[in-house]
């Protein structure tokens, strides 16, 4: 049951803010029980099926910033290669704590996320694209958003989006594009390790999924009506306690 309201709580946060899995749903599957590496998974997994109806959807509308996204996705995908190769090399070979150190990431991840949501800077890409450092920025960007996506299944929508907001001068329906089709991709290449692992829960992602989607229905129709300003404080503080809590628990 709390499965359920977990996913439906996730829907609605990504049916309104287009971020939501690694936000919410990873952390408070955490901190009822589920080990990081089975809720990290699990949210990668359901990322790539939500992810996909967007990128989907948003490729009907042609919200595509031209070439500039493969730079970005390029990134994200070597992002996800140097998550295979810390996980091969170091984590599995070496007998460590595997989760400790997932829930250690995705704490750090929520507290950065909450960091970009607070200091979005739409004059600081213009700025960037001017000097012609905002192209140059991109495979960087994906590349730790991926790293982190990848580690702990948030970054897409809650660390990418604000981050592309202050260096570039893309419109909001190209920012969702972008990570629509970025979390897909990073989500559908970083599931592979966890099933390696053996750490993917079927029965679980199932369950989540299904309370997921009225979630983002309910969440799309709801966003009209939700201030901006105080949300994105709001999110951020939230998902600084869960960091936090995620920390010293």
């Known amino acids: 049951m709390f499965e359920f309201l977990i996913g439906v709580t996730g829907g609605l946060l990504i049916g309104s803010t287009g971020a939501g899995l690694g936000l919410l749903v990873t952390p408070l599957l955490i901190l009822i029980g589920y ?3 089975v809720a990290v998974g699990t949210g990668l997994a359901v990322s790539v099926v939500s992810k996909l109806a967007g990128t989907l959807m948003h490729d009907r509308l042609g919200h595509w910033p031209g070439r500039e996204l493969w730079v970005v996705m390029a990134g994200g995908v070597g992002g996800v290669a ?6 091969g090399t170091w984590l599995i070979p070496r007998h460590l704590d595997f989760d400790l150190w997932l829930k250690r ?14 200091r ?10 001017e000097r012609g450092l905002s192209r140059a920025l991109l495979f960087p960007i994906g590349l730790g958003v991926g790293t982190l996506q990848a580690l ?5 929508g809650s660390l990418l989006v604000p981050v592309l907001a202050s260096t570039t001068e893309w419109e909001v329906p190209q920012m969702a594009a972008v990570s629509n089709l970025f979390g897909c991709v990073v989500g559908a290449l970083s599931v592979g390790m966890y099933f390696r692992l053996g750490d993917f829960d079927p029965r679980l992602f199932v369950i989540v999924l299904t309370g997921l989607l009225p979630g ?3 969440g799309s129709l709801a966003s009209r009506w939700i201030s901006r300003g105080w949300f994105v404080r709001g999110i951020a503080a939230l998902t600084t306690c869960v960091g936090v809590r995620l920390l010293l628990g």
């Open 152 to 156: 702990t299944s948030a970054g897409s």
């Open 35 to 37: 080990s990081p590496s």
């Open 105 to 118: 990431a995705l704490a750090v991840m929520l507290i950065l996320a909450a960091i970009a949501l607070l």
């Open 120 to 129: 979005i800077d739409r004059s600081r890409g213009r700025r960037l694209v």
């Open 216 to 218: 983002v229905i309910a």
């Open 82 to 87: 140097v998550v295979w190769w810390i996980a």
